[in-house]
T-cell receptor, first 115, second 116 residues
Framework: AQTVTQSQPEMSVQEAETVTLSCTYD???????LFWYKQPPSRQMILVIR??????QNATENRFSVNFQKAAKSFSLKISDSQLGDTAMYFC????????????FGKGITLSVRP | DTEVTQTPKHLVMGMTNKKSLKCEQH?????MYWYKQKAKKPPELMFV?????LSINESVPSRFSPECPNSSLLNLHLHALQPEDSALYLC?????WGPGSYNEQFFGPGTRLTVL
């Protein structure tokens, strides 16, 4: 079984600053995906970024980037130039490749961006 | 179209009512999911449908009854719910569920359910 740990329940960052959200996971699988989902107060769960485990290069999507350390089983999300619209709950999630695979979510972290 | 839609957005029902939640996707996905989410918590998987057949039931009480009439549509029928069933109900879809499929899930906006 897989586990995903997000140890920080809340974080706050000043607008335009950079913030890093941490996530660790535990698995015996070698092939899997990792995701960061964003859920603003308006509730839609939106995919922010994905990382395939077999890729060594860290994924980036505009202001969002990850630091993927496979050996350490760490998958942190960096948000650069934070904006007020980044205020949301962020979930780290694990998905093993193959049949009948369920998403395993972390507990989530509430990020507040201060004006 | 990369969207999963859900109706209604909000639903208030009494414990003796019967209601249904609807989810629709037109991405050609063959797997669809129902999740229950309490405030400030991650989603909890309830059901998985693959090719219109129920593949996973995570020991959900029978007062929740899923239905998949076709590959684009997923319903959740509700009957005799309890106040503790009040939550956000999320629908999601993915390309597939079987061997070799890519299971990244796309979520709908959810239905906020309140049981009085």
């Amino acid at each position: 079984a897989q586990t995903v740990t997000q140890s920080q329940p809340e974080m706050s960052v000043q607008e335009a600053e950079t913030v890093t959200l941490s996530c660790t996971y535990d698995t015996s699988e070698n092939n899997y995906y990792l995701f960061w989902y964003k859920q603003p107060p308006s509730r839609q769960m939106i995919l922010v970024i994905r990382q395939e485990a077999y890729k060594q290069q860290n994924a980036t999507e505009n202001r969002f980037s990850v630091n993927f350390q496979k050996a350490a089983k760490s998958f942190s999300l960096k948000i650069s130039d934070s904006q007020l619209g980044d205020t949301a709950m962020y979930f780290c999630a694990f998905l093993k490749t193959g049949a009948n695979s369920k998403l395993t979510f972390g507990k989530g972290i509430t990020l507040s961006v201060r004006p | 179209d990369t969207e999963v839609t859900q109706t209604p957005k909000h639903l208030v029902m009494g414990m003796t009512n019967k209601k249904s939640l609807k989810c629709e996707q037109h991405m050609g996905h063959r797997a669809m999911y129902w999740y229950k989410q309490k405030a400030k918590k991650p989603p909890e998987l309830m059901f998985v449908y693959s090719y219109e057949k129920l593949s996973i039931n995570e020991s959900v009480p029978s007062r929740f009854s899923p239905e998949c009439p076709n590959s684009s549509l997923l319903n959740l029928h509700l009957h005799a719910l309890q106040p503790e069933d009040s939550a956000l109900y999320l629908c999601a879809s993915s390309q597939g569920w079987g061997p070799g499929s890519y299971n990244e899930q796309f979520f709908g906006p959810g239905t906020r359910l309140t049981v009085l």
